[in-house]
């Protein structure tokens, strides 16, 4: 949505995360991307509608990211690897040409603070490291944290 957000903040800095296409593509799928439910998670938001208002908004959500980036952005091909693997680079590609440079960093998190703290124009945080998660094995633990929350 950065087109959306500079038209509503034309001053605004962008930072487009890079990573490798194949490797992203091939945790997207196993991750994010998940044509069918666990059964533990079916049987967990049933079991929970009547009493949870997080649970009753849930399919809402899914609903919500299936229609706006699998069959939106990705035209409901997100199994066609080379679709979406060119979808993926022409947003890149997009973003480059549309932000303007001095608005824009292109930004790998393997960078760490530096990079970063320097764009926002922010002090790097003293002892903090710099945070290293959302691994495909970091978001099989947030996806069982969440059900066990539910």
Not at 23 to 42: C, G, N, Q, R, V
Not at 129 to 150: C, Q, V, W, Y
Request: hydrophobic fraction near 40%; proline fraction near 9%.
């Amino acid at each position: 949505f950065y087109r959306q957000l500079l038209d509503q903040y034309p001053r605004a800095k962008v930072i487009l995360t890079t990573r490798d296409p194949e490797e992203w593509y091939a945790s997207a799928l196993k991750t994010i991307y998940k044509p069918k439910p666990s059964l533990a998670l079916i049987l967990t938001i049933v079991g929970k509608i009547p009493f949870s208002r997080r649970v009753r908004r849930l399919p809402r959500v899914m609903l919500a990211m299936d229609r706006i980036v699998f069959k939106g952005l990705f035209d409901g091909r997100f199994t066609d690897r080379q679709h979406t693997l060119a979808v993926y680079k022409r947003h890149y590609d997009d973003v480059i040409k549309t932000v303007p440079p001095s608005q824009l960093l292109v930004y790998s998190v393997k960078e760490g603070w530096g990079p970063l703290c320097t764009f926002l124009e922010v002090p790097v945080p003293p002892d903090e490291p710099f945070p290293h998660a959302n691994t495909g094995g970091d978001f099989r633990k947030m996806e069982l944290e969440f059900i066990r929350s539910l």
